[in-house]
């Protein structure tokens, strides 16, 4: 059960975490067309996503053009604070590079480390637990109690040395907006 836990609070933190970058997009109240990219993809995911859902997917002009006008033209903010950008990895290693390059936030492996490495064997594990594949007292016994409570140990203390690297690289308003 352990590793269904780890899984669970490093799914709710990077949830967290973004949801945490996309409100204080929104807090500073700057206009789409004066943030970083990765917020401006937040500001137009809906217009975006309404794209890909229509028939044939294809994009009319008018269509372009309004997500343009709402990027380039538009003074408010219309960032979407519930978006997650979930790249279809189930959160292993890539779902985290992509947070981290989309909002510029450097490399997390050398913030995770150890951690890092063992992250994608994390998912798989639990995912083999929630889908029926593998009961939890089978992913289980491959742990030593000691080595359960080393692994718990080490994500806490890797994944508080992520949001605090966030916290301290987005501190400034300055990190949200696009240098002019």
Partial sequence: MGIVLL?????????????GLLEA???IRSGNRRLKT????????NQLQSI???R????????AREVVRTLDESRGCTVDVNWFPDDGTHMKRTQVSSFFDLFDLGDPASIL????DRLDTIVDER???AHGRRRADEVGRQYTRQDLLCLVDLWEQRWLEVAAVIEQR???RSFFRSPR
């Fill in 113 to 116: 480390r150890e951690a890092w």
């Fill in 52 to 54: 890909s859902d229509s």
């Fill in 127 to 129: 995912n083999a637990i």
């Fill in 38 to 45: 990765g917020f401006r993809v937040a500001a137009v995911v």
């Fill in 25 to 27: 997009a929104v807090a």
């Fill in 56 to 63: 044939g997917g294809r994009v009319r002009p008018n269509t």
């Fill in 7 to 19: 899984y669970a609070a490093y799914e709710h933190l990077l949830h967290s975490l973004v949801r």
């Fill in 170 to 172: 987005t501190y400034d």
